[in-house]
């Protein structure tokens, strides 16, 4: 995978530190037609316009597009490196839409922020909703969705 790491890693932000609106952004990565066959492979899906480059030239797309879900674990990837990360917590789901072919060749990264945010009953744990955009090279928003994540609150000293 080609990326580039952020010049510095980022503070891991608890749920008490975060405020509606909080933004990141995150290193970019180039996609690579290695990068979507070895996918195929790991997900078992081998639909012809990921990997047969002559079906997928005659397809409406003109040629080899990513996985839709290859995007989504792009997008979410990208984040653990973004300039706004979260100490490990717990993934509640995601609502999430593909906007836009992926290429090979597309440069990719994310821009998120929190959207909505609330406490748990249980006890020193927070939920956030990160509203994401998956952007390429050309400035196009290829994927956009929310992710629900729960996050530990800041531990009492």
Same mark, same amino acid.
């Given at each position: 995978?080609?990326?580039?790491?952020?010049?510095?890693?980022?503070?891991?932000?608890?749920?008490?530190?975060?405020? $509606?609106?909080?933004? !990141?952004?995150?290193?970019?990565?180039?996609? %690579?037609?290695?990068?979507?066959? %070895?996918?195929?492979?790991?997900?078992?899906?081998? %639909?012809?316009?990921?990997?047969?480059?002559?079906?997928?030239?005659?397809?409406?797309?003109?040629?080899?597009?990513?996985?839709?879900?290859? !995007?989504?674990? $792009?997008?979410?990837?990208?984040?653990?490196?973004?300039?706004?990360?979260?100490?490990?917590?717990?993934?509640?789901?995601?609502?999430?839409?593909?906007?836009?072919?992926?290429?090979?060749?597309?440069?990719?990264?994310?821009?998120?922020?929190?959207?909505?945010?609330?406490?748990?009953?249980?006890?020193?744990?927070?939920?956030? %909703?990160?509203?994401?955009?998956?952007?390429?090279?050309? !400035?196009?928003?290829?994927?956009? !969705?929310?992710?629900?994540?729960?996050? $530990?609150?800041?531990?009492?000293?």
């Amino acid at each position: 995978m080609e990326a580039k790491s952020p010049p510095k890693k980022a503070h891991e932000l608890y749920y008490d530190e975060v405020r $509606l609106g909080d933004e !990141g952004i995150t290193p970019v990565v180039t996609v %690579t037609k290695e990068m979507i066959r %070895t996918y195929a492979d790991l997900t078992g899906d081998h %639909t012809p316009v990921h990997v047969d480059e002559e079906f997928a030239k005659a397809s409406h797309f003109g040629g080899i597009v990513a996985h839709g879900l290859f !995007g989504l674990s $792009l997008a979410d990837g990208l984040k653990t490196r973004g300039t706004m990360q979260f100490p490990p917590g717990a993934s509640l789901g995601w609502n999430w839409d593909f906007k836009l072919p992926i290429r090979a060749g597309d440069t990719l990264h994310v821009k998120y922020r929190v959207s909505a945010m609330r406490e748990t009953k249980k006890p020193g744990w927070g939920i956030l %909703t990160i509203a994401s955009d998956l952007i390429n090279q050309k !400035g196009e928003i290829v994927q956009q !969705g929310e992710h629900k994540l729960m996050i $530990l609150r800041k531990p009492e000293a």
